[in-house]
């Protein structure tokens, strides 16, 4: 898609150079929301971005209808302007029930975060008097959490001249305490609750066909918020998995780079690194050899990798909004760079920003079940399969599996997500960190299942052949 004259314009004055938005870096764009699915769940899209333009709509995933009024009146440009922290402030009591990071680039270029003081500390003032406005809102830790202690600490760093106002980027907003699943959610079976913001999911307008993949989180989904030169520094997410992203509002730019090595190297080189003009030669260097570059537009529905080095700078007048969905899907691909999740040593291995052993073990656990449930055992242990695959996974009758009530309706075909689960399954069961999880009789169950599937798929396609004979 050909830049416009204004798009150029916004390139120009961020400080990237127009030349790095060329044919060898550019997205892939598709025309419909099929084709969105299609690559999203069937297709590799580790090292691109594929958009889909005016896809929010399309998806029943426009600003109104996927996030509170309350947020869209607060960033619109007529009353919050390009500042993030007036935007912010507008929020009223929302600010008490939500958190989110309020980070910046310092004068080194490398990201910062606005952090209140450490709880119980905070209840004091610099001279060790009570902070009575503080204290009386600080009836439990959770109040130290919430969004509005990382205003006050962002207007503490503005007033001592640490912090410039436009370079403020609030970072995964959510809420504090759980709520109850989406409306669109329940219709597919997902009724765990939920501490997103977002009153609708990508997920939700796929319904039925996010259940096959490994992992998809909702739970806890944040939302991005930016003012004009704004942005997350470069690095490469704790888990290696992809994301959908949701450009509700603004322009950004996007860069990700190669897999492996390369991202490897420059988290390692230049892990934070903020993309703000004026570019240094290293940073200049770094875009230069960077897999995709990318201009987010209003509307946008797009696929990126969070497992990747990636980075992101908000470019527009008014603010950006922007959401994104962590998953992990089938594709043998995507499957094996995930498992590469929190290695030591290798291309993959990472020396900072790596998540934690005991919620790594609990995401992989989770990972399990999901698998279980997809071959119609029961989550808890990985039992034994039962002979026939589960209703949820077989083929119907038309061979497809169909999307939601929500947006526009996708189908992809049942056999190729068998395939796909099938490999998956057989990925799973040969890696040794989730071998221990699960133990011997759990692999051996999950090969088995994996052996059952394909040998379904094969009697399917055999039975088909027959009938068109």
């Known amino acids: 898609m050909r830049l416009s004259a204004d798009e150029k314009r916004l390139i120009e004055a961020a400080g990237w150079p127009e030349d790095l938005l060329c044919d060898r870096t550019a997205p892939r764009y598709v025309e419909s929301p099929q084709e969105f699915a299609e ?15 005016d896809g929010l709509r399309r998806t029943g995933l426009s600003p109104r209808e996927a996030l509170p009024a309350w947020l869209c009146d607060a960033a619109s440009v007529g009353s919050a302007g390009s500042s993030v922290l007036r935007c912010l402030k507008r929020l009223g009591p929302h600010l008490e029930s939500h958190k989110a990071a309020l980070e910046f680039p310092d004068d080194k270029g490398v990201q910062r975060e606005a952090l209140p003081k450490p709880y119980p500390f905070c209840l004091w003032d610099d001279e060790g008097r009570v902070n009575a406005d503080v204290a009386t809102q600080m009836t439990m830790p959770e109040s130290w959490r919430n969004l509005g202690q990382r205003v006050q600490a962002a207007e503490a760093l503005l ?12 970072c995964e907003m959510r809420r504090l305490r759980e709520r109850e699943a989406n409306e669109f959610a329940l219709d597919y079976g997902c009724e765990e609750g939920t501490k997103s913001l977002c009153l609708r999911h990508a997920r939700d307008w796929l319904a039925q066909l996010s259940k096959w993949t490994m992992y998809w989180n909702c739970y806890d989904d944040g939302v991005f918020v930016g003012g004009r030169g704004s942005g ?8 290696l998995w992809s994301n959908v992203g949701k450009q509700w509002q603004g322009y ?3 860069v990700t780079w190669p897999a492996g090595s390369e991202s490897t190297r420059l988290v390692r080189e230049m892990g934070d690194a903020h993309f703000r003009a004026p570019l240094e030669e290293q940073q200049l260097a770094a875009l230069r050899c960077a897999a995709r570059i990318a201009l987010l537009r209003p509307g946008d529905l797009f696929i ?7 980075a992101t700078l908000s470019v527009s007048e008014e603010l950006t909004i922007t959401g994104y969905e962590s998953l992990v899907t089938l594709h043998p691909r995507l499957v094996e760079h995930m498992l590469h999740t929190g290695s030591s040593c ?12 005991d919620e790594l073990k609990e995401m992989r656990q989770g990972m399990l ?18 002979r026939e695959i ?32 099938a490999t998956a399954a057989r990925q799973v069961g040969y890696d040794p960190s989730f071998a221990v999880l699960c133990g011997s009789a759990g692999v051996s169950r999950l090969l088995a299942a994996s052996d059952r599937l394909q040998a379904t798929g094969t009697k399917r396609r055999r039975t088909m052949e027959s009938k068109d004979m």
């Open 304 to 310: 990126c990798s969070g497992g990747v080095a990636h």
């Open 232 to 239: 997350k520094g470069l690095h490469v997410d704790q888990v």
């Open 39 to 53: 690559a999203l769940l069937l297709e590799d899209h580790l090292e691109d971005i594929v958009i889909l333009p």
């Open 252 to 254: 950004k730019l996007m």
């Open 369 to 386: 079940k999901r698998s279980a449930s997809s071959f119609g055992s029961p989550p808890a242990a990985l039992p034994e399969p039962s």
């Open 346 to 357: 290798g291309p993959c291995a990472l020396d900072k920003g790596v998540m934690e052993s």
């Open 390 to 421: 589960s209703k949820e996974q077989s083929a119907p009758a038309s061979g497809l599996v169909q999307s939601g009530r929500l947006g526009e309706p996708v189908a992809l075909p049942a056999a190729g997500l068998r395939e796909l689960l």
């Open 159 to 170: 007033r001592k001249g640490e912090l410039e106002e436009s370079h403020l980027y609030a």
